[in-house]
Each structure stands twice: as C-alpha cells, then as structure tokens.
C-alpha cells in the first residue's frame, strides 16, 4: 500500500508555527493532541541552549541566565563558540521546560538566549501505521514524530507524519481530516507526499500532492 507522508519543506525550517501563539497553552495543546490521537514517547536526551553574549544580547541579562542555568543544571555538557549546551534526561523535562518558559519573566533582547530541543516518536491510536520497514524508506527512523522546540518566547513544531493509506480512500480522508482538526499547529495540504514504488536504489518516489487534494 502507499505511504502518506507530512512534512514541512526546508524553506519553512521544516516546521509550523502554533495555533495558540502563547508557548504555555501551546505546550499544553501540544500535550493533548499526543495523548488523545497517539501512543508517544519522549525520545531520551533533552538539549537546552544558552546563547552567550553578542552583539544582539544584554550581556548582564546572557550572565544571569548562564548562571541561572548553571545551578539547575550543573556544569555545561558542550560548548560550540556561543552556544552553551545542557544534554538532558527525560525525567529532567520538566526543569527544562520551565527554565524555557520562563522566558516570560526574562528582558527581550533582539535575540533571545534560551532554546530547549526535545522529540516525541509515536504511533497512531485511530489511523492506519505502517510498517517500520516501510516507514523507514520514507523517514529515517520509521517512525512518526513531533520535534519542539521552546524558548524566546515561543514554541515551534516539527512534524514526520505517516499514514498507510487504505483502499477505501473516503473513511480514511474523513478520519485524518479529524486529526488535522486536534493538531496544534495548522497543517498545509501542499506539505503532504505521496509514496510511489519504483525500481531505484532506494525503491521509493515521493509525490508532493497539491492544495485540495483531500475534496478530489
């Protein structure tokens, strides 16, 4: 059978913005959609980001948050010039989080200093998956996933949706057309693929289908 697959382009950073622009109450739609309409779970290592001071940042505003996060999460694991980075633990997800967050009480600057990366894989609860052997052919890890990323003010999405697409096109159409409707974020009908089978290294060709395609 063919393989739906949704993914935002790179010119988009791969990604949506959400429905609800404050991170808070997005977090918590997010929360909602992966419990109600799929079988998650939080990919292991958490990564938060401190940016030091440039030109763009307050640097007695970049040396409070550096300390800040030091005494919540202890020494740095890495440090790539500007960027200072915590490799986290899941079970550290809700520290991470609200050191994100609080970007609500932080002074804005023209760039903000603290992003927090973290992933979900899952499966649907009321929608056809496909095979990991599959899935694999389309995206690497064969699985269904949600990136996030949190901080300066915002949240932003990153979506790998697959669906196996049955003969019976109209239930299915109906029953992803109701998972559009729970997603946090608003998705574009020209950011879904279809798969087709060919004779090829990969054995795979993707198909990028156009605005409307679910009323045809």
């Known amino acids: 059978m063919p393989l739906l697959y949704y993914h935002p382009p790179k010119s ?3 990604g949506h913005s959400p429905r609800v622009q ?16 799929t079988v998650s779970e939080l990919r292991p290592q958490l990564r938060l980001t401190v ?14 948050i550096l300390q800040q996060a030091l005494d919540a999460f202890g020494p740095s694991t890495s440090v790539w010039g500007i960027f200072h980075n915590w490799d986290l633990p899941g079970d550290r997800l809700s520290d991470a989080l609200e050191f994100a967050l609080s970007d609500e ?40 996933s949600l990136g996030l990323s949190v901080g300066g003010h915002r949240l932003f999405m990153q979506p790998t949706f697959l669906f196996e697409v049955p003969e019976q096109t109209s239930s299915f159409i109906t029953r992803l057309q109701a998972i559009e409707a729970a997603t946090p974020f608003v998705p574009r009908d020209d950011y879904y693929y279809l798969t087709e089978s060919r004779q090829s ?16």
């Open 201 to 216: 290294k990969d054995g795979i060709k993707l198909t990028r289908l156009k605005s409307g395609w679910k009323n045809q």
């Open 105 to 144: 009480h932080r002074p804005r600057q023209e760039v903000d200093s603290v992003s927090l990366h973290l992933s979900y894989a899952f499966s649907w609860k009321d929608l056809p998956n496909p095979s990991p052997d599959e899935a694999r052919k389309v995206a690497r890890k064969g699985r269904n």
């Open 12 to 14: 988009v950073s791969h």
């Open 22 to 37: 404050n991170p808070r109450q997005a977090w918590d739609a997010t929360q909602a959609f992966l419990r109600d309409h």
């Open 51 to 64: 940016l030091g001071a440039t030109k763009f940042t307050d640097p007695a505003v970049v040396e409070s």
